[in-house]
């Protein structure tokens, strides 16, 4: 029995198994940054050292997952292990208190073992596991711009649901000749929630919705809230504008912007009717681009739907450029 033991100890494991908290965490940080080098957020950063900071945890992370459900999700993944080392990974969380909807994400693979299928077995077996726990639906996230991760969810069964685009003008311009608002243009009131919420809900495709749904309370602005925006322009951090133009039936479309005084990042929104869109866009993007040339020129974010192609055009005219475009796909699991 000794001398199997000693065997068994020498010989490396290759292929797919659970995620082990006590060993994996780190190399599974490891991989997840080389995968999205340049993609990370501040928030995933921040996850990064969080599983990072989990690794040296040993045993204790196993105590903490039992007794905290979402702590339990997230390390109820799968990894692909080649000569002992973690070489594909793949997360599995709920997105919901009923378990009905999972999200499937971190599908990474290193470049030397990409081509093997290894993310096939990994999706595989987290659609297995979602069913195994009598979840309905599994979504995920992909880059629009990777054919070959689309064509793999397409074959598995993935639908898709909406683009996520995130644009960045790197520098805001300098002073210009002022442009005229958009016709029709006014600030917005805080009372017309409800005529914001039905424009963002018409901007938003049915499948848009299963994803996001649009909810009218989202839309409500507490006096607290007003008060807080106020204290920061008064102390010279950042100044919120809002404004509307009407249309025959509601809102015609919706542009605001969070401009900063300080370091930062300026950002803008906007939303525009389908029975408008074409019409407005650039003159929108004009407008708060020339708002902002009185601002220190930090660079612009704007994030919206990557269908919405007449704002996405009417910004890269303006110089913007996409930082990511991310495609929602979602995969029906059969009935237990």
């Not at 109820?76 to 793949?90: A, H, L, P, Q, S």
Request: charged residues 25%.
């Amino acid at each position: 029995m000794s001398a199997q033991l000693a065997i068994d100890q020498r010989t490396s494991y290759r292929g797919l198994r659970p995620l082990d908290p006590r060993k994996d965490l780190n190399q599974v940080a490891d991989l997840i940054e080389e995968a999205f080098t340049g993609e990370l957020e501040p928030g995933g950063i921040a996850a990064l050292r969080d599983l990072r900071m989990l690794s040296h945890m040993g045993p204790l992370v196993g105590l903490m997952a039992r007794s905290d459900p979402y702590l339990e999700d997230v390390l109820g993944g799968f990894v692909w292990v080649e000569d002992d080392r973690v070489v594909g990974n793949v997360t599995i969380q709920r997105l919901d208190a009923y378990g009905t909807r999972w999200q499937i994400a971190n599908v990474a693979v290193t470049k030397a073992y990409q081509g093997r299928g290894i993310g096939r077995a990994l999706v595989v077996a987290a659609l297995e596991r979602i069913a195994d726990r009598r979840g309905s639906w599994a979504v995920l996230q992909v880059r629009s711009d990777n054919p070959i991760a689309k064509g793999l969810y397409q074959h598995l069964g993935f639908e898709g649901l909406t683009e996520d685009v995130l644009m960045q003008l790197d520098q805001t311009p300098s002073q210009a000749t002022p442009v005229e608002p958009p016709a029709g243009l006014r600030p917005y009131r805080h009372d017309e929630w409800q005529a914001r919420y039905t424009l963002e809900a018409a901007c938003r495709s049915d499948l848009a919705q299963w994803w996001r749904p649009v909810r009218s309370h989202d839309f409500m602005q507490l006096a607290e809230s007003r008060m807080g925006e106020k204290i920061w322009e008064i102390l010279g951090r950042n100044r919120m504008r809002r404004w509307v133009i009407q249309g025959e039936h509601g809102l015609a479309a919706w542009l605001s912007i969070d401009a900063r005084r300080w370091q930062g990042i300026h950002r803008l929104s906007f939303a525009v009717h389908p029975r408008s869109r074409g019409q407005l866009e650039q003159a929108l993007a004009n407008y708060a681009l020339s708002f902002l040339s009185e601002y220190p020129r930090w660079p612009v974010r704007v994030e919206h739907q990557g269908e919405h192609r007449e704002l996405v055009q009417a910004l890269e005219a303006v110089g913007f450029r996409v930082l990511r475009n991310h495609l929602a796909m979602r995969f029906k699991l059969s009935a237990s």
